[in-house]
């Protein structure tokens, strides 16, 4: 069993900044990608980012590239979204997921994930 948790969500002004952490613990052997997700009231949950945990490729959805960063340490097991420019639009629960063998970087959807954490909550105030 793998557990995910989330953290460094809050409130920030639009312009500003929120870096997100999820540490993962449990089987986590032989994930070799995490991706971050985020939903809105009676939306889709939709795709963030993701990385590799090898060789640290990344893949952005397009409304993140520029302004968001993932990254990782793999000693501690963390994953990062850092989260720049955030606009009101970017307000979300925003989950961190492994997804299911046989799932690459490119194919990360909602319906490829295996584990979930709980989300954290980012509210970006206009």
């Known amino acids: 069993q793998v557990q995910l948790v989330e953290s460094g969500g809050g409130l920030v002004q639009a312009g500003g900044s929120l870096r997100l952490s999820c540490t993962a613990s449990g089987r986590t052997f032989g994930s070799y990608l995490m991706g971050w997700f985020r939903q809105t009231p009676g939306k889709e949950r939709e795709f963030v980012a993701a990385i590799t945990w090898s060789g640290g490729r990344t893949v952005y959805a397009d409304p993140m590239k520029g302004r968001f960063t993932i990254s990782r340490d793999s000693a501690k097991n963390t994953v990062y979204l850092q989260m720049n420019s955030l606009k009101p639009e970017d307000t979300a629960v925003y989950y961190c997921?492994?997804?299911?063998?046989?799932?690459?970087?490119?194919?990360?959807?909602?319906?490829?994930?295996?584990?979930w954490g709980k989300g954290t909550l980012v509210t970006v105030s206009s």
């Open positions: 997921a492994i997804p299911r063998p046989g799932i690459t970087i490119a194919t990360m959807t909602s319906a490829g994930m295996d584990y």
